[in-house]
């Protein structure tokens, strides 16, 4: 197992559950990744918990403070870090009813560099591409996972490489665990 401090871009663990957000700040708002599905937790009320087997679209996010900034889906600096810092949203398309979702995260106060966004969001793509995006529900198997995509260089960010990136990281952390 990984320690609390991996990360890739947005995806930290925190508390033995892999999240998206900052779930260490007070009123913060992070998606957590649990083994029955996406749950949206926030400082007003737990939210909806999308289970995997409802997302029939990959997961793509979106930067910014509104669910309407779409706009915002690739604004990065000159450094490779992801450049707005309102906070973002994953998004995806469900079925059994087909509708889309919005989940809201907030960003932590470290900048994520952009090929590391890149690389989570192409992870996310690959597994419901795959049907396994329950993978994400197994800790252990996302810290493998992310072990394989974390660091590196800031370059190849071409989505060839960016998609061979995460099939490799699926293949390098194996089956889930049982």
Same mark, same amino acid.
């Given at each position: 197992?990984?320690?609390?401090?991996?990360?890739?871009?947005?995806?930290? /663990?925190?508390?033995?559950? =892999?999240?998206?957000?900052?779930?260490?700040?007070?009123?913060?708002? =992070?998606?957590? *990744?649990?083994?029955?599905?996406?749950?949206?937790?926030?400082?007003?009320?737990?939210?909806?918990?999308?289970?995997?087997?409802?997302?029939?679209?990959?997961?793509?996010?979106?930067?910014?403070?509104?669910?309407?900034?779409?706009?915002?889906?690739?604004?990065?600096?000159?450094?490779?870090?992801?450049?707005?810092?309102?906070?973002? =949203?994953?998004?995806?398309? /469900?079925?059994?009813?087909?509708?889309?979702?919005?989940?809201? *995260?907030?960003?932590?106060?470290?900048?994520?560099?952009?090929?590391?966004?890149?690389? /989570?969001?192409?992870?996310?793509?690959?597994?419901?591409?795959?049907?396994?995006?329950?993978?994400?529900?197994?800790?252990?198997?996302?810290?493998?996972?992310?072990?394989?995509?974390?660091?590196?260089?800031?370059?190849?960010?071409?989505?060839?490489?960016?998609?061979?990136?995460?099939?490799?990281?699926?293949?390098?952390?194996?089956?889930?665990?049982?």
């Amino acid at each position: 197992m990984v320690d609390d401090r991996t990360t890739l871009g947005p995806l930290q /663990l925190t508390g033995g559950h =892999w999240g998206i957000g900052d779930a260490a700040r007070p009123g913060a708002h =992070w998606v957590e *990744f649990r083994p029955e599905g996406l749950h949206q937790c926030g400082p007003d009320a737990e939210g909806p918990l999308v289970p995997w087997s409802r997302i029939m679209t990959g997961i793509w996010i979106t930067w910014g403070k509104h669910s309407w900034n779409t706009n915002s889906r690739g604004v990065y600096t000159l450094k490779g870090t992801v450049a707005t810092r309102d906070g973002g =949203w994953m998004r995806m398309t /469900l079925r059994d009813p087909y509708e889309d979702r919005q989940l809201r *995260f907030d960003q932590h106060e470290r900048p994520y560099r952009a090929v590391d966004a890149l690389r /989570l969001e192409f992870l996310l793509r690959q597994l419901t591409e795959d049907g396994k995006p329950h993978l994400l529900g197994d800790p252990e198997w996302v810290g493998r996972a992310v072990a394989c995509l974390a660091g590196g260089k800031n370059r190849r960010v071409t989505q060839r490489a960016l998609r061979r990136a995460a099939a490799q990281a699926v293949v390098a952390a194996g089956p889930s665990s049982p």
